[in-house]
T-cell receptor, first 110, second 113 residues
Framework: RKEVEQDPGPFNVPEGATVAFNCTYS??????FFWYRQDCRKEPKLLMS???SGNEDGRFTAQLNRASQYISLLIRDSKLSDSATYLC???????????FGDGTTLTVKP | DAGVTQSPTHLIKTRGQQVTLRCSPK?????VSWYQQALGQGPQFIFQ???????QRGNFPDRFSGHQFPNYSSELNVNALLLGDSALYLC????????????FGDGTRLSIL
């Protein structure tokens, strides 16, 4: 079983739709959590950190459930420019190691 | 504000050769991590350097080695290249090895023939 698991998708949604991605992790020692987006053949770019209380950045909302070892990302009012692969990252800050999921691919269509 | 820079952008090698990839961290960052990303997969952690020492290592053989210099820049060396080493190699920097998020360079695309 992978340490970080994501539904690979692809998710194909129309513009304006709301879409949610889930991520589960197995290492309970994980302490920091992030969502990155990666465009085709480009580097990953930080989308947002994920906090226990949940946090929002414009159309994006991230949630963390430590008890269930589960992270989510909600995108509201999808735009064409949201088309990308979304990577879930968990970090064991004591070990200094970040573990990435394999990503969920989103395509937003007109 | 200079971001993470990597060189070269592309590289073609043959099996058995050795390669050195370079990374300069984002201005103000002191920690560098290296990742290997194969097509269709997420980045896989190779190792992290902080205070010029390898602080943590992923499941990569000893053929993969690295170094961090006093100016925080870093090198990734791979010896005895295999076809399976073909991938995008990403460098990420952060302020400290702890909870701060990492920022990635554009990567070096390595092809082994």
């Amino acid at each position: 079983r992978k340490e970080v698991e994501q539904d690979p998708g692809p998710f194909n949604v129309p513009e304006g739709a709301t879409v949610a991605f889930n991520c589960t992790y197995s290492n309970s020692a994980s302490q920091s959590f992030f969502w990155y987006r990666q465009d085709c053949r480009k580097e990953p770019k930080l989308l947002m950190s994920v906090y226990s209380s949940g946090n929002e950045d414009g159309r994006f909302t991230a949630q963390l459930n430590r008890a269930s070892q589960y992270i989510s990302l909600l995108i509201r009012d999808s735009k064409l420019s949201d088309s990308a692969t979304y990577l879930c990252v968990v970090k064991n800050t004591n070990a200094g190691k970040s573990t990435f999921g394999d990503g969920t691919t989103l395509t937003v269509k007109p | 504000d200079a971001g993470v820079t990597q060189s070269p952008t592309h590289l073609i090698k043959t099996r058995g050769q050795q390669v050195t990839l370079r990374c300069s961290p984002k201005s103000g960052h002191d920690t560098v991590s290296w990742y290997q990303q194969a097509l269709g997969q997420g980045p896989q952690f190779i190792f992290q350097y902080y205070e010029e020492e390898e602080r943590q290592r992923g499941n990569f053989p000893d053929r993969f080695s690295g170094h961090q210099f006093p100016n925080y820049s870093s090198e990734l060396n791979v010896n005895a290249l295999l076809l399976g080493d073909s991938a995008l190699y990403l460098c990420a920097s952060s302020l400290g090895p702890g909870e701060q998020p990492q920022h990635f360079g554009d990567g070096t695309r390595l092809s082994i023939l």
